[in-house]
T-cell receptor, first 111, second 117 residues
Framework: GDSVTQMEGPVTLSEEAFLTINCTYT??????LFWYVQYPGEGLQLLLK?????DKGSNKGFEATYRKETTSFHLEKGSVQVSDSAVYFCALRGGYSTLTFGKGTMLLVSP | GAVVSQHPSRVICKSGTSVKIECRSL??????MFWYRQFPKQSLMLMAT?????????EQGVEKDKFLINHASLTLSTLTVTSAHPEDSSFYIC?????????????FGPGTRLTVL
C-alpha cells in the first residue's frame, strides 16, 4: 500500500538557518504530494502541494519539488524564523483519494 | 482557508462510558468528513470517511460498533467512542472537504485529546 517516510525530529535550528526535511514515498500510479504544518494547539494546515512530477510547490518561503525518479518531496526553506516552529507532515493522495501521512517532523527554531 | 472546529478539545472519561466528539465546518458545506487518530510520535491514521447522509466507510481494523460516526448534515459530523477503555486514549482529528474544494482539499480541525481512566 501507499506509505510516506519522513525524517524523525526534532530538527533544531537557529534563526536564519537553512532547512531541509526529507520525505520519500511509496505509491502506485501518480499520487499528489503535500506538506502540512501543525502549529502548537492548532489543526493541520496545508502548506504546499504538487500534483505531478517535476512540479514545485511553494508557500511562505517553503519549497518542495516532486521528484518521481527518487520518489521524494523534500521540504526546504532558505532562512527559517522562530515562527516556523511547528510539526511538519508530508502526505500523499493516491488513487483512492485518501491522504496517507508521514509521522511528522517537529521543527524547533531558536532566536 | 475554510475553518473546521472540534468540540471538546480535551475530554477525560471513566472506562466503560461513551464519549461524543463533534466536528463542524463553520463556513462551508462539508460533503465529506474524515476522522483520524494520532498516537504520540505517530502519523495520522485514517479511521473512517463519511459522506453527508450516508453510512461511514471504515478503514480495515477499525471497529464500527466501537467508533460510531454520524454525518447527518453538511456542517456536522460526530464520532462517538462507545464503552471507552484506556487503549482508546488518543488524539482524534477530523477533516472536511466540500463542494468546489480545489483538488478535494481537506481542512483539518484542531483535534480532541481523549483520556480514558
Amino acid at each position: 500500500g501507499d506509505s510516506v517516510t519522513q525524517m524523525e525530529g526534532p530538527v533544531t535550528l537557529s534563526e536564519e538557518a537553512f532547512l531541509t526535511i526529507n520525505c520519500t514515498y511509496t505509491a502506485t500510479g501518480y499520487p499528489s504530494l503535500f506538506w502540512y504544518v501543525q502549529y502548537p494547539g492548532e489543526g493541520l494546515q496545508l502548506l504546499l502541494k504538487a500534483t505531478k512530477a517535476d512540479d514545485k510547490g511553494s508557500n511562505k518561503g517553503f519549497e518542495a519539488t516532486y521528484r518521481k525518479e527518487t520518489t521524494s518531496f523534500h521540504l526546504e526553506k532558505g532562512s527559517v524564523q522562530v515562527s516556523d516552529s511547528a510539526v511538519y507532515f508530508c502526505a500523499l493522495r493516491g488513487g483512492y483519494s485518501t491522504l496517507t501521512f508521514g509521522k511528522g517532523t517537529m521543527l524547533l527554531v531558536s532566536p | 482557508g475554510a475553518v473546521v472546529s472540534q468540540h471538546p478539545s480535551r475530554v477525560i472519561c471513566k472506562s466503560g462510558t461513551s464519549v461524543k466528539i463533534e466536528c463542524r465546518s463553520l463556513d462551508f458545506q462539508a460533503t465529506t468528513m474524515f476522522w483520524y487518530r494520532q498516537f504520540p510520535k505517530q502519523s495520522l491514521m485514517l479511521m473512517a470517511t463519511s459522506n453527508e447522509g450516508s453510512k461511514a466507510t471504515y478503514e480495515q481494523g477499525v471497529e464500527k460498533d466501537k467508533f460510531l460516526i454520524n454525518h447527518a448534515s453538511l456542517t456536522l459530523s460526530t464520532l462517538t467512542v462507545t464503552s471507552a477503555h484506556p487503549e482508546d486514549s488518543s488524539f482524534y482529528i477530523c477533516s472536511a472537504s466540500g463542494l468546489g474544494s480545489p483538488y478535494n482539499e481537506q481542512f483539518f480541525g484542531p483535534g480532541t485529546r481523549l483520556t480514558v481512566l
